[in-house]
């Protein structure tokens, strides 16, 4: 399993969509409210999901000029 892999399945596992919530009262219990509307966050864990999931789901790229 190649670097790349692991780092996509933690990122799966971290920013599902339905952490939404945890990440807000994370860093609301921390001391640093974060400044966005719940469907902003919502939309930046979607992304990085999405991220998360390309990084796990693409094979290994193979160039013509390595051996």
Do not use: A, H
């Not at 190649?2 to 339905?18: D, K, N, T």
């Not at 998360?52 to 000029?65: D, E, H, N, R």
């Amino acid at each position: 399993m190649l670097i790349r892999q692991r780092i996509g399945i933690v990122m799966l596992f971290l920013f599902l969509p339905i952490n939404t919530p945890f990440w807000d009262m994370l860093f609301e219990s921390i001391g640093f409210p974060i400044p966005y509307d719940d469907w902003e966050i919502f939309i930046t864990c979607l992304i990085l999901f999405v991220i998360g999931s390309i990084f796990t789901f693409t094979p290994k790229m193979k160039f013509p000029l390595d051996k």
